[in-house]
C-alpha cells in the first residue's frame, strides 16, 4: 500500500498569501478554510489587507515584489470582488495556485479553484467546488449542552419584511415552553431598537447581550455550546453557521419579500430536513430532526489539499 506524501513538513511549510478586504463576511469565510487547512498541515499564512485604489493596488505588489525572494506562495487565497486582481496578479508575477471563495465577477477559468454556495448557480467547471452556504469559521462539537439555548436576531433587509413583535412573539412563545433551558439572545448591527423592548421583560431564563458586547470569540463559542438555536429567517449567515456547528436549528419566520437565489438556499434546506420553521415547532412541538454538521471548510480543506499540495 502506497502512503501519501505529506503535505508540509515543519522545515517546508505550505505558504499561504491571503488577501482580505477585511469585510467581517468575507474575512469570516477566509479564516474558516485556513483554519481547516492549519489542522491538517504546518502552515505560514500571511494576510494581506488589500485597498481598491489603484495607490494601494500597485504598493501592496511592489511590497510583495521585495518579499518574493524569501519564498513564493503555495496557495493565493482571496474573497470580495476586490481581491480579483491581487490573486490573478500575484500567481502570474510570483506563481502558486489561485482559489477564491465566491462566484467571481472575471471567468471562473481564470482562477485555478473557486469555491461557490450551490445557491449561486450550478457550475460544470472543473476548477468549481460547490458548497452548501458560504464557509465560516465555526467548529462542529459533538458534545451539546441540551440545556442551553441560544437566538440569533437579524433585522430589516430589503429581501425581508421585517416585524419586531412578530419575530419576539415567537421567542416568546420558545421561551414559555422550554423553561427549562437557559437561553441566551443576541442582535445584529441590523436589528431594530423597538425589538428588545418586545420581548418579556420578566422572562427567569432568557439573557440578552446586545450585538456591542460581543467579540469576535462570542458566538462561536455560544454555538459550540447550545443544544438548541433559533435564527431569524433573515440572517442566512448564521442560520449556516448555526447549522455547521451541529446544534438543532429553528428558523423565527420572517417573510420573504423577494423568491432570490438566497431564499431558494433556505428552501433547500427544509425540504432536506436540516431545519425547521416555526410553524413546524406549533405543530410538533417535540420536533427532532437528526442535527446537520455542513463543515465546508473541513470539506473544502482536504479538497485543496488533495489536489493542489500532493502532486509528485
Known amino acids: 500500500m502506497q502512503t501519501q506524501k505529506p503535505v508540509s513538513t515543519p522545515d517546508q511549510r505550505l505558504n499561504l498569501w491571503i488577501f482580505t478586504d477585511n469585510k467581517p463576511g468575507h474575512r469570516n469565510q477566509l479564516q474558516g478554510l485556513v483554519n481547516a487547512l492549519s489542522e491538517r498541515c504546518v ?29 513564493a506562495p503555495d496557495l493565493i487565497l482571496g474573497a470580495g ?5 491581487f490573486l490573478l496578479l500575484s500567481r502570474w508575477l510570483f506563481g502558486g495556485k489561485a482559489v477564491l471563495l ?3 465577477s472575471l471567468p471562473i477559468s481564470w482562477f485555478d479553484l473557486v469555491l461557490i454556495p450551490e445557491h449561486d448557480g450550478h457550475f460544470p467547471q472543473t476548477n468549481v467546488i460547490a458548497t452548501r452556504g458560504v464557509i465560516n469559521k465555526i467548529k462542529p462539537m459533538p458534545a451539546k449542552n441540551e440545556g442551553k439555548g441560544l437566538f440569533l436576531i437579524g433585522g430589516p433587509s430589503k429581501h425581508y419584511a421585517w416585524d419586531s413583535r412578530h419575530v419576539a412573539g415567537q421567542v416568546t412563545a ?26 418579556p421583560g420578566d422572562s427567569q431564563n432568557l439573557s440578552i447581550i446586545p450585538h456591542t458586547a460581543c467579540d469576535a470569540d462570542w458566538l462561536p463559542k455560544q454555538l459550540s455550546e447550545a443544544g438548541q438555536v433559533w435564527v431569524s429567517e433573515d440572517s ?30 433556505v428552501l433547500n434546506l427544509l425540504q ?31 479538497l485543496i489539499l488533495k ?6
Not at 470582488?81 to 486582481?85: A, D, I, N, P, Y
Request: charged letters at 25%; a positive charge; glycine letters at 6%.
Open 43 to 71: 502552515i505560514d499564512g500571511k494576510w494581506i489587507p488589500v485597498l481598491a485604489q489603484q495607490r494601494g493596488f500597485l504598493g501592496t505588489l511592489n511590497k510583495l515584489r521585495r518579499q518574493y525572494k524569501k519564498r
Open 81 to 85: 470582488h476586490s481581491t480579483h486582481k
Open 102 to 104: 465566491m462566484k467571481p
Open 174 to 199: 420558545i421561551l414559555t415552553a422550554h423553561p427549562d433551558i437557559d437561553w441566551q439572545l443576541t442582535t445584529s448591527r441590523r436589528t431594530p431598537g423597538d425589538f428588545i423592548a418586545c420581548l
Open 236 to 265: 442566512v449567515s448564521m442560520i449556516y453557521e448555526a447549522l455547521t456547528s451541529g446544534a438543532l436549528t429553528g428558523l423565527l419566520e420572517v417573510p420573504a419579500t423577494t423568491s432570490g437565489r438566497v431564499q431558494k438556499g
Open 272 to 302: 432536506d430536513k436540516l431545519l425547521f420553521r416555526y410553524s413546524d415547532w406549533l405543530l410538533h412541538p417535540k420536533l427532532s430532526l437528526h442535527p446537520a454538521q455542513l463543515n465546508e471548510a473541513d470539506r473544502c480543506a482536504e
Open 307 to 312: 489536489d493542489f499540495c500532493n502532486d509528485e
